[in-house]
């Protein structure tokens, strides 16, 4: 592989060098920071040779080009310097951001850390909703009042919440952002709500709100907030910051919040909901088919956050429609999955994929297994999932179903939707629809030439696989051993699409519950990562495996990471490669699932996983056979 012309290549067609700010890597992956992604060739960097994927992810436009990461970044960086682009040169010739691009990220980069706390509150109101009507707890017991307050707290608060979020995506100080929010929901705020109109500030009316679980005044305070906070650092001393800039950023944004920023929110939010209420009215089975047929491809492009805070104030007003039409494309989803496990019989690793990804869809309503892996692997699935989507999508569309509590799409939060009993008729629609639509149209066409098979069993290590091939050779194996001791995990679960759609190639992921990696093979240590989270190797018979310790790891430097080997030893299986602190990493906040993936082979191979839920280091992890 010639890295040189690899690298030229990729900086031409991500739009040339003055279309980059800031280029870093880690262990698999090129990490553009560009003045303007539209002006990078995507279809050409895909189809390029040596390419894997891109995936747009963070701000970033990623590159994942494998294990020779390194030589192609040390060749592009070669008499460049792109840190100058980064500031001031960036600004002056003008970063293309549509304000669109800008506002979903900001929304994105807000919510994306509550979602969990949301959903987590939504599953518990579906659960007390079931509960009560099962008559198993009275909704005056002191249980439901705990357990309520524990579904409703993160919604009552969302301005709080919203204020730190929005603060840290907007680079202002996100605590004195949470506590704009918090004043808006201060009882000696709120008291003032029982003196009706009689509120003044300074002489100056004051309408008083209620602000629990509101999303757009607190989105336009916050972002005036990140200005005031700019221009506060920029005319006092520096000194005098630490108590006088917040200080003065209080006693103006709270008083402005609860004059100007909060009822205009609030007016905007209201218009926006009533305006999404009409169009909905106007047209049910109309905005459905859209919702639901398209869903799948707003989530692809991001486009689902400009939903978000409109959902929220729906909520808040007793019910949303837009989710509960969005969500036939989620068990569209599912049907698709699930279909695919039905028809791919002979394919062993897609129909583990498969029955994997739409479990974990109907049990956590988690589908981007699905998409990234399945609907755009496949293009004869694109249609169906749409049909399916927006049979479902029309029918909650047409008879209002709406969604009461904020929560992921799954087989458990169906209480929440009401009436509950058309919602369940629509999903199962969807599901059924995609599920038949696979098994009579199929999920690809048959490659051009493809020989006609003919089974013959091998005889490996545990497991024991059924081969395919044309005719009867002298079948070779390879034995790829467990470097990590853990729990195992489809890639499919692992969250990185680079991982997950089975880009970077076949393999497993592990959980490791002892912090230490150790040789899978006998060969050499073709690369390994400066921060040590990640390490390749290139067995005897030329099998490149890559070792990824955790997701997003690179991030921390080097931190918890003490490597034992370098690159160009030679080493035995079994040898030590790296030690981490597992509780360390967790602790910092990122995920320790270790991918093992084989990245290249010298001959075309099917890749066998073991099916040992529990794997030990040195047990066999993955068959080779060629």
Same mark, same amino acid.
């Given at each position: ?9 990729? %900086?031409?067609? %991500? ?19 560009? $003045? ?26 990623? @590159? ?6 390194? *030589?192609? *970044?040390?060749?592009?960086? +070669? ?16 970063? +293309? ?12 980069? /807000? ?77 000696? !705020?709120?008291?003032?709500?029982? +003196?009706?109109?009689? @509120? ?18 607190? !989105?336009? /305070?916050?972002?005036? *907030?990140?200005?005031?906070?700019? !221009? ?69 492009? #991001? =486009? ?13 007003? #007793? ?31 897609? &129909? ?24 755009? &692997?496949?293009? &004869?699935?694109?249609?169906? @999932? ?50 038949? =639509? ?10 051009? #030439? ?8 091998? $005889? ?96 921390? $430097? ?21 030690? !981490? ?22 001959? +075309? ?19 080779? %056979?060629?």
């Amino acid at each position: 592989m010639d890295h040189k012309k690899m690298g030229e290549d990729i %900086v031409r067609l %991500v739009g040339g060098e003055e279309n980059i700010n800031g280029l870093v890597h880690c262990a698999t992956r090129l990490r553009f920071d560009l $003045k303007d992604s539209r002006k990078a060739e995507r279809e050409a960097l895909e189809k390029h040779e040596g390419i894997i994927t891109v995936v747009e992810s963070g701000g970033q436009f990623q @590159v994942v080009i494998g294990s020779h990461v390194a *030589y192609v *970044y040390a060749e592009i960086m +070669k008499n460049r310097n792109f840190e100058s682009n980064s500031s001031t040169a960036s600004e002056s010739s003008g970063k +293309k951001t549509s304000v669109i691009s800008t506002i979903f990220e900001v929304i994105s980069g /807000s919510f994306s850390p509550l979602i969990p706390a949301m959903a987590g509150s939504g599953m518990i109101k579906a659960l007390l909703t079931v509960l009560t009507l099962l008559g198993w707890m009275s909704v005056t017991s002191d249980t439901y009042m705990i357990l309520s307050a524990a579904g409703n707290a993160v919604f009552y608060f969302l301005p709080i919440l919203l204020g730190i979020t929005l603060g840290i995506k907007l680079k202002a100080n996100p605590y004195v952002a949470g506590v704009i929010g918090a004043a808006l929901m201060e009882p000696n !705020f709120t008291g003032l709500m029982d +003196k009706g109109s009689d @509120v003044s500030f300074l002489g100056i009316p004051v309408v008083m709100m209620n602000y629990s679980a509101s999303v757009f005044p607190i !989105f336009i /305070s916050i972002s005036i *907030y990140a200005l005031v906070d700019k !221009f506060l650092k920029k005319i006092i001393l520096k000194d005098l910051q630490l108590f006088l800039v917040p200080m003065l950023a209080l006693m103006i944004m709270v008083p402005l919040s609860a004059m100007a920023f909060g009822p205009f929110g609030t007016g905007v939010g209201d218009w926006i909901s009533s305006g999404v209420t009409w169009l909905i009215g106007v047209s049910g089975i109309l905005s459905g088919i859209v919702l639901g047929g398209f869903m799948t491809f707003m989530v692809v492009f #991001g =486009l689902h956050w400009g939903f978000t805070p409109i959902t929220i104030q729906n909520i808040g007003v #007793g019910g949303d429609p837009i989710e509960a039409m969005a969500a036939a494309a989620v068990f569209a989803q599912i049907g698709v999955a699930f279909g695919i496990f039905l028809k791919a019989r002979k394919d062993k690793t897609l &129909r583990t994929l498969a029955g994997s990804t739409s479990i974990t869809g109907l049990l956590a309503g988690v589908t981007e297994p699905i998409v990234y892996g399945l609907v755009l &692997r496949y293009k &004869r699935v694109i249609p169906i @999932v749409i049909i399916a989507g927006a049979l479902g999508g029309a029918i909650n569309g047409h008879f209002g179903v709406k969604m009461t509590a904020y929560v992921f799409h799954n087989i458990f939060a169906i209480p929440v939707y009401t009436p509950t009993l058309i919602y369940v008729i629509a999903i199962a629609c969807s599901f059924i629809a995609a599920t038949m =639509l696979i098994l009579i149209f199929g999920y690809e066409s048959k490659v051009k #030439g493809e020989a006609p098979e003919t089974v013959e069993s091998v $005889k490996t290590a545990e497991p024991e696989p059924v081969v395919t091939a044309t005719k009867a050779v002298d079948i070779k194996k390879e034995t790829i051993y467990s470097p990590i001791t853990g729990r195992t995990t489809p890639l499919s679960q692992v969250n990185d699409s680079a991982f997950s759609t089975g880009a970077m190639g076949k393999g497993l992921a592990i959980e490791p519950s002892v912090g230490e990696v150790v040789a899978p093979i006998d060969g050499v240590v073709t690369s390994l990562f400066p921060t040590g989270h990640a390490i390749g190797l290139t067995s005897s018979a030329g099998t490149e495996i890559l070792i990824h310790i955790g997701i997003n790891t690179v991030s921390l $430097k080097g931190k918890h990471f003490n490597p034992v080997v370098k690159e160009g030893d030679s080493v035995k299986q079994g040898d030590l490669l790296i030690q !981490f602190d597992r509780e360390q990493i967790i602790e910092a906040g990122y995920e320790i699932v270790t991918p093992v993936i084989v990245t290249l082979t010298q001959h +075309k191979v099917d890749v066998f996983e073991t099916n040992q839920e529990q794997i030990q280091k040195n047990e066999v992890l993955l068959t080779l %056979v060629v």
